[in-house]
């Protein structure tokens, strides 16, 4: 059963730009208290990029990202969007990039706080 749906993605090259979106297909419940971007590299773990915290609109960014990626959401009726938007990129972006919900309060970088998850979407940066 689907519940985040994720679109855009593709390739590009350095100092390109794309930009990622994630709709909540379904209702997943209620009190969705983080929405993030996290995004696995070939041979690597699974790592936080951005998120926000929906009760505040505070947004998250890892180091490597502040300053390129804005993380935003669409809190429309009736389920909010994710998205992302990739700036200035590198080759060191490559990855699948996955869209994560969550229903519980704690470090909104942690992979385990997150019940819901995308397909994910595979980014592509060429030098």
């Known amino acids: 059963q689907v519940q985040l749906v994720e679109s855009g993605g593709g390739s590009a090259q350095a100092g390109g730009s794309l930009r990622l979106s994630c709709q909540v297909s379904?209702?997943?419940?209620?009190?969705?208290?983080?929405m993030a971007w996290f995004r696995q590299a070939p041979g690597k773990e699974r790592e936080a990029v951005a998120g926000?915290?929906?009760?505040?609109?505070?947004?998250?960014?890892v180091e490597s990202v502040k300053g390129r990626f804005t993380c935003s959401l669409s809190n429309a009726k009736p389920l909010p969007a994710l998205h992302l938007q990739m700036d200035n990129l590198t080759p060191d972006d490559t990855a699948v990039y996955y869209c994560?919900?969550?229903?519980?309060?704690?470090?909104?970088?942690?992979?385990?706080?997150?019940?819901?998850w995308g397909q994910g979407t595979q980014v592509t940066v060429s030098a």
């Open positions: 994560a919900a969550s229903q519980r309060i704690g470090s909104w970088s942690t992979t385990s706080l997150y019940n819901a």
């Open positions: 379904e209702h997943i419940g209620d009190n969705i208290y983080y």
């Open positions: 926000v915290y929906l009760l505040s609109g505070k947004t998250y960014y």
